[in-house]
Structures are given as structure tokens and as C-alpha cells.
């Protein structure tokens, strides 16, 4: 029985040490060799080999031997365990062949050691096989002075020197000068240097000289690498399957045209394009380098539609201002060969509902050049206020630069009910919007920013009711302290210009107060007031801070103080504190706050829930 299991222990060994070594080689192995049928012949018996020692490598593994380690750090020690064969050993191993890995030893250990920039290794070495028991073997390792990267020389001929991505790859290399060398840092180099290449399109790139010159004496090492990039590769004939999109629409998704130089990287974006594009069920994108024709590499587009016209989204949430909900949704993302898209949105509760009709159609580039035609209806309703909204508008939006900029018209129809007093509001708005902002992910951003400006008017000249401008802020910011730890900070400032602010309905009055504004009150409960009703201000500010903790994944707490006013001509603040916890569950950041009202003794704690991202 103990001489089975020494032959198992023996396959099962060489299995691990042996299978890291033709795995590799078969990927040398020519697969368009003349004789192919020997060499497919040979593969398979090599696979089938391959399979049976992995198969004795997983049977339940015996009792590990005792190999020490002393006088390396932690790094060294993993480093040479990984090299070392004896390691593979289990008690039951034969003595022979113990024996044998310890003669190897010197060879391994001083080998790991050299990967990590150790050429003057000194072992002392010592191997004890009981009649009874494991065998143990103890190794002292005194690894000397590291090796130094005191000369690093990179030749790139031109073009490919001139190529920005390859300067940075230049300075990298540059960074290893007067630094401990090692084998893994050096062929990163290499690698990053020769992926770099050929994304750029130079697909002859190759190395005409790479070597490590190491005087073990002296401890340096000079690493000499000699890249030959070639010509680059072009852009070649773009080949598109599937035509029921307009081919316009499809061009401006491809961010290259035929001739230009190759960049892997335009290739990337033109994937993500047509994935976020929401037009097609499934695209594929294939440059094939092997079917260059005189350097230039055709792109072959394969898009197939989606499998359904119209999406439905039904859905129930629940918001303090808002109260409980549901929700409706309905689109068409392709209604036609143009482009044009359709949707319906729906929104029932206690305090806001609104129906939505969108109609979409893309202007010059659809990624991001839209003309959209909405009509919508809406009930607005808090405990100061009533409103039932009629609206007809038209908007362009485009992207300027960095920033995205939405020019609307707007003609609204309002009935209200504010403080005991009834009116009626028919106004034609015109405006714009901008908006940017930057996030590092979009789960739980650590680090980003978000800009929102809205300026808008009515004139009676145009058909409205009355005369005003007003002017929105907003802003909100994410610093990172930690990994675990954020700070959020948002401000909104808005401002009215208006002779006769009566005239202005509820939707064009400035509130605070509620979850996104200042938590410890109660929605749009702040701001100027009328026979004992808020009837709302001409000017808004409010601020906020937050520091927040992950303590789990998914899972934070947070403290805040709010602050700010709705009013007229002189502010005053109102202030709330609290704490709360989030979930950034699959469908978004879930947020739940208990907060206290500083400037309202009489008011206890309030509950606030909201859903939605932090930029």
C-alpha cells in the first residue's frame, strides 16, 4: 500500500511541476504544418497525457513534508516555494526521489531569488529522512545585496517613437533606473511595449534586441531593448451586416474611416458605442489583422435588431416627498429606419402624478444630437399647494464641448391653488440647460462632480401671462478620504427676476425642505409665507455636507447637515442634522435618513427615503 502511494505521489508530482511547461509548448506547435495529420496526432496524445497526470494531480492531496525557509522575507520565501520542487512532495514521498529534489534545491532556490534581483545567493542546506515519520528539510538563505538597474536603454525607430502612448510606456522604462531589478518589472516593460505597438497598428512590431546584462560582482544590471516597429497598419473596407438602420446612423457610431491609422482603441469605443446606442439586440465588431490587404485591416460590423419593438417597466417605490408610488413605462427605441424613438412615462401618487409622451428622432449624430417633441400632464400636490399642469414642448439636445446643453420651448397651462388663493397661468418658456459631470464608477462614485445650470423666461410679447427670468444652480461634489470613506457636498442657488411675483405659479416658485433639499422638514414646507401658508420665494439656497462609510460592500452610513432658505430678499436659514444608512442595491443607491429640524423645537425626528445615484 505504501509503495502505491509513493507511484501516485511520484505521477502527481511531476503532473503539477511538469504541466506548467508543455502546456506552453503546445501553443509553439504549427498548426498549418505540411503534415498535418501527424501533428494533430501528436497534440492529442500530448492532451490526452496532459489530462491523465492533471487527473492524478487532483486526488486528495496527502500530508505536506517540512521544508523551512529561514533567513528570506515573506515575498522571497513565496517566490522560492514556487520554484522549488521539494515543495511539491508530499511524507509518503520515495527517498530516492527526495533526495533527488534536494540536490535541486541550490539551482531553484538561487533561481527565485535572481527573478527578484538576487545574483549572490549563499545555502546552507540540510536533509533528514527518519525510518519513521516525514522527512524534513531546512534551507539557510542568506540572499545578499539586490542587483540594481543602473542603465536602462530603449530604441524605438521611427514612427512608432513619435507615438504619445509609446512615450509614456518610454518614461515607465525610465523609472526602473536605480531600482532593486526585477525579471517580472522587465518583461512587464517588454510586454507593455510590444501590446502598445501593435494596438497602434504596427503589427510587424518585434524586438531586434532584448537582453539584461547583470554583473553580479558589482551589483548592476543594464537592460538593452531595441524595438523595430515597421510601418503602421490602416484602417481598410468597413463591411456592415444588417441594413435596417439608415447607414448614416450607423456611421456616426464609427469613430475611424477607411485609411486612417489603426488604433485598437477606436475600436473599443466604436463597441461601446453600438452597445450603449440601444438600437441592436447584439453587435459584433471584428478587425482581422491576418487579412490585411497591403497593410490595411478590414472591419467587418455584424448588428442584429432587437428582439422586441416596445419594452414595458412596471414598478412600485416609495419617496417621503413623494409618498408610495407606481410607475408605468413604456418604449420604442426603433421605430423606423431613421431612428426614431418613442416613449411613454406614468407616474401615480398621493402627492405627484404625471403622464409623459416622448418623441424622439435623432438630429445630426445620435450619439448625442436629439430632437425631442413631449407633451405631458401633470398633478402637483403638498400640503401649501395644488397645481394641475398642461404642457406642449420642444427640445434640442447636443453636446458643447464637455458639457451638455438641452435649448427648450415650452408652452404650459396651469391651474393652482396656493394659500387660499385660486389662479390660472398660461406661459411660453424658453431656455436652456447645461449640465456636466464626472464620476470614477457608477455604483458608489469616490471621487466626481456634478454642474446643472437652467436659465429660462417668459415674455408677454410671446402670448404668456407675465414677465420673468429666473436662473438655477446646482451643484454637488464627491472627495474621497479613504477607501471606505467619502465626503459629499451640494449647494442650489436660484433667482428670480419678477415685478409682480404674484402672477407666478407654484411650479415656477422657488421651496425647500424634504429629501433633497434640507431633511428634518417636510417637503417645500420652507419659504416665505401667507395668511399661515408657505406660498413660496423668488430666491433659493441650500447646502449640504455628508461624510459617509462603507462598512460593507454595498452597504454605508452616513452623518449630514442640511441648511438653507427659501425667500424673498433676506434668507433665513433653517437647518437640519441627522444620520442615515445605504444600500446600493442592483437597481440603485437606496438611501434612508432619520433627521432632526434645528430651528422647529416643537418638531421631532423626521424619516426621509429616497432612491437614486449621488451625482
Given at each position: 500500500m505504501d509503495r502505491t502511494w509513493s507511484i501516485i505521489a511520484r505521477f502527481r508530482?511531476?503532473?503539477?511541476?511538469?504541466?506548467?511547461?508543455?502546456?506552453?509548448?503546445?501553443?509553439?506547435?504549427?498548426?498549418?504544418?505540411?503534415?498535418?495529420?501527424?501533428?494533430?496526432?501528436?497534440?492529442?496524445?500530448?492532451?490526452?497525457?496532459l489530462m491523465l497526470l492533471y487527473s492524478l494531480a487532483a486526488l486528495p492531496s496527502l500530508v505536506a513534508a517540512d521544508v523551512v525557509l529561514d533567513g528570506v522575507s515573506d515575498r522571497q520565501a513565496l517566490n522560492i516555494k514556487v520554484f522549488l520542487g521539494l515543495s511539491d512532495l508530499e511524507c509518503n514521498a520515495p527517498p530516492w526521489l527526495v533526495r533527488w529534489q534536494f540536490r535541486q534545491a541550490d539551482s531553484e532556490i538561487a533561481g527565485a531569488l535572481e527573478a527578484l534581483g538576487y545574483y549572490g545567493a549563499q545555502i546552507v542546506k540540510e536533509l533528514t529522512l527518519p525510518t519513521d515519520g516525514c522527512w524534513r528539510a531546512h534551507f539557510q538563505i542568506t540572499p545578499g545585496e539586490p542587483v540594481i538597474?543602473?542603465?536602462?536603454?530603449?530604441?524605438?525607430?521611427?514612427?512608432?517613437?513619435?507615438?504619445?502612448?509609446?512615450?509614456t510606456q518610454l518614461l515607465q522604462a525610465q523609472a526602473l533606473q536605480d531600482t532593486q531589478f526585477n525579471h517580472a518589472a522587465y518583461e512587464a516593460l517588454k510586454g507593455g511595449l510590444l501590446g502598445t505597438a501593435q494596438a497602434l497598428g504596427y503589427f510587424d512590431a518585434a524586438f531586434v534586441i532584448s537582453e539584461v546584462k547583470v554583473d553580479a560582482v558589482a551589483h548592476r544590471a543594464t537592460l538593452h531593448l531595441d524595438l523595430v516597429g515597421g510601418p503602421r497598419y490602416t484602417f481598410g473596407n468597413i463591411e456592415i451586416v444588417g441594413d435596417f438602420l439608415e447607414r448614416r446612423l450607423i456611421d456616426a457610431y464609427i469613430p475611424f474611416h477607411t485609411g486612417e491609422p489603426f488604433d485598437v482603441s477606436?475600436?473599443?469605443?466604436?463597441?461601446?458605442?453600438?452597445?450603449?446606442?440601444?438600437?441592436?439586440?447584439?453587435?459584433?465588431?471584428?478587425?482581422?489583422s491576418d487579412a490585411a490587404v497591403d497593410r490595411a485591416v478590414p472591419i467587418r460590423i455584424d448588428l442584429l435588431r432587437r428582439a422586441r419593438d416596445w419594452t414595458y417597466m412596471f414598478g412600485i417605490g416609495y419617496a417621503t416627498d413623494t409618498g408610495a408610488r407606481l410607475r408605468a413605462d413604456a418604449d420604442n427605441s426603433l421605430l423606423n429606419r431613421r431612428g426614431h424613438r418613442a416613449s411613454v412615462r406614468s407616474v401615480l401618487s398621493p402627492e405627484r402624478s404625471s403622464l409623459d409622451l416622448q418623441y424622439r428622432i435623432p438630429h445630426r449624430n445620435p450619439l448625442d444630437d436629439w430632437i425631442t417633441f413631449d407633451a405631458g400632464l401633470a398633478h402637483l400636490e403638498s400640503d401649501t399647494s395644488t397645481s394641475d399642469i398642461k404642457r406642449l414642448g420642444v427640445r434640442h439636445t447636443y453636446l458643447q464641448g464637455e458639457w451638455i446643453q438641452t435649448d427648450f420651448a415650452d408652452l404650459t397651462h396651469e391651474d393652482f391653488e396656493i394659500a387660499d388663493q385660486y389662479g390660472k397661468s398660461r406661459l411660453v418658456l424658453l431656455g436652456s440647460t447645461f449640465s456636466r459631470f464626472r464620476r470614477d464608477q457608477p455604483t458608489?462614485?469616490?471621487?466626481?462632480?456634478?454642474?446643472?445650470?437652467?436659465?429660462r423666461g417668459a415674455a408677454q410679447v410671446l402670448g404668456?401671462?407675465?414677465?420673468?427670468?429666473?436662473?438655477?444652480?446646482?451643484?454637488?461634489?464627491?472627495?474621497?478620504?479613504?477607501?471606505?470613506?467619502?465626503?459629499?457636498?451640494?449647494?442650489?442657488?436660484?433667482?428670480?427676476?419678477?415685478?409682480?411675483?404674484?402672477?407666478?405659479?407654484?411650479?415656477?416658485?422657488?421651496?425647500?425642505?424634504?429629501?433633497?433639499?434640507?431633511?428634518?422638514?417636510?417637503f417645500e414646507s420652507i419659504g416665505p409665507e401667507q395668511d399661515g401658508g408657505v406660498?413660496?420665494?423668488?430666491?433659493?439656497?441650500?447646502?449640504?455636507?455628508?461624510?459617509?462609510?462603507?462598512?460593507?460592500?454595498?452597504?454605508?452610513?452616513?452623518a449630514f447637515v442640511d441648511s438653507g432658505s427659501a425667500y424673498d430678499n433676506t434668507p433665513q436659514f433653517f437647518t437640519g442634522v441627522g444620520a442615515g444608512i445605504r444600500w446600493f442595491s442592483p437597481l440603485g443607491p437606496i438611501r434612508i435618513d432619520v433627521a432632526h429640524p434645528l430651528d422647529d423645537a416643537a418638531s421631532q425626528w423626521r424619516l426621509h427615503v429616497t432612491i437614486g445615484p449621488d451625482l
Open positions: 508530482t511531476r503532473a503539477l511541476r511538469w504541466a506548467q511547461v508543455p502546456t506552453a509548448a503546445i501553443l509553439l506547435i504549427p498548426m498549418s504544418d505540411p503534415s498535418g495529420a501527424r501533428v494533430n496526432r501528436s497534440l492529442l496524445k500530448l492532451l490526452a497525457k538597474v543602473r542603465q536602462v536603454d530603449v530604441v524605438i525607430d521611427a514612427p512608432l517613437r513619435s507615438e504619445s502612448t509609446i512615450a477606436l475600436v473599443a469605443k466604436l463597441r461601446r458605442n453600438l452597445a450603449d446606442s440601444g438600437y441592436f439586440g447584439r453587435t459584433s465588431v471584428v478587425a482581422d458608489r462614485p469616490t471621487e466626481g462632480y456634478r454642474v446643472d445650470a437652467t436659465l404668456s401671462d407675465t414677465d420673468f427670468v429666473q436662473l438655477r444652480l446646482g451643484g454637488r461634489v464627491i472627495v474621497g478620504l479613504s477607501q471606505n470613506v467619502r465626503t459629499i457636498a451640494r449647494t442650489t442657488a436660484g433667482w428670480t427676476w419678477k415685478d409682480n411675483f404674484s402672477d407666478l405659479p407654484p411650479s415656477i416658485r422657488f421651496f425647500a425642505g424634504g429629501d433633497s433639499s434640507i431633511r428634518g422638514y417636510a406660498v413660496g420665494g423668488s430666491r433659493l439656497l441650500t447646502g449640504s455636507l455628508e461624510l459617509d462609510y462603507q462598512f460593507r460592500p454595498n452597504w454605508s452610513v452616513a
